[in-house]
């Protein structure tokens, strides 16, 4: 399992791959179970600005750290483009949800490089 000190270490280089002022960054929620709800492996709620992690939703490492890297960058975009092609295109084939899907599978190398240099794993 991957531990919070590794992950607000994430959250610190997304901070600077998005340029996310400190104020704007979400806060993050780890929940150490399975959803029981839904098979999601996180979210990130515009209302109040938070990224939930359902880490027993995940196989590995890497995959823990695409979804963070998709969450925050759903908090970089705006709320009121991401509903309304929600609502025309649906979830799946909503622009704002390929990117984010797109920049996590691009970037999360990156990132568990930048943890690997810091000793992380």
Partial sequence: MIKRKT????????????????EKMPKLRLVKSKSLTTDFMGKYNFDNNTITLYLLNHKSVMDILDTLLHEVYHSTQK??????M???FGYKNNPLEKDAIDNARKTKFRLYKYLLELGFF
């Fill in 86 to 88: 929600d609502e025309y």
């Fill in 79 to 84: 709320i009121e483009i991401y509903n309304a």
């Fill in 7 to 22: 992950l607000v270490a994430a959250m610190f280089w997304c901070r600077s791959e998005y340029n996310i002022p400190k």
